[in-house]
């Protein structure tokens, strides 16, 4: 819906993103959205059990999940900032 249509009708504003969510488009990790809600739930569940992944958890984690773009270095800086983010030190 256009911005102009949804302040006329004064609609809730868009909640803020998640570390995740700013960092995956921070990264440009996502392009397609054929991966997207997949590698969102996977990485948010990484990151609740590991405050803190290498690259070698990450990749583990994101095992199986297919990104037809193959933004995979860009998935995985992404996780790596949120993770920064979310320990508050980025």
Do not use: F, W
């Not at 803190?52 to 270095?73: F, Q, V, W």
């Amino acid at each position: 819906m256009p911005a102009l249509y949804a302040a006329s009708k004064k609609l809730d504003k868009v909640p803020e993103y998640t570390p995740l969510q700013q960092a995956l488009i921070d990264t440009q990790a996502l392009q397609c959205g054929y991966c997207t809600n997949g590698i969102q739930i996977k990485a948010t569940e990484l990151l609740a059990r590991n405050a803190n992944p290498s690259e070698d958890d990450i990749r583990k984690a994101m095992d199986g999940h297919l990104c037809r773009c193959g933004t995979y270095p860009k998935l995985i800086s992404a996780i790596q900032q949120a993770a920064r983010v979310m320990g508050g030190k980025a």
